[in-house]
């Protein structure tokens, strides 16, 4: 982006010493450490870049946390989670922009598995569609503090249409343009 200082982050699943024990027996056996370390990695990768460039951009979300930790958890474990939210929300902010890519579960199946990472292929339908409701839910209770735009990359496949790609492109650039000259 021209003019404006960006970082972009993404997020390095690998690193989180849990996730492929959860994915291989998904539910709340590993829920906890799961969420908790994701959250924690997301913290100090974002922490690391605020206040080095103008513009940091994540490819994920506290609200992507948020939404895995209210259909995993319950009870104390959920309070504790949503306490740690707090505490680094408190110290980082919220985002300034928020980019919701929404599709239904169908085609997220189909997505995960053209991916092929075999860790994934406990992944239901039913799970995703908890997960996206989850994510509308948080979205739903923290949108009067975010600006969020809302792509369904069912029909706006921006992965694999130069044209849409770049049409949200520009509108996401011209989005950021107006944060960044605040």
Known sequence: MAGVDVNIIHEDFAKNPFWEAYYKNPGAQYMFE?????????????KRQVGKEKIVIADYSFITDLAYARIGLDGTKLEVFRSIYQLLKEEIGSPALVVHLRCNAAVQASRIAARGREEENMIDLGFLEKLNQAIVDEISELSPDLKIININTESEDFAHNDIIREK????????VHRFSSM
């Open 34 to 46: 799961t969420e908790t370390t994701f959250i924690l990695q997301h913290y100090h990768d974002i």
């Open 168 to 175: 949200w492109h520009n509108h996401i650039h011209s989005e």
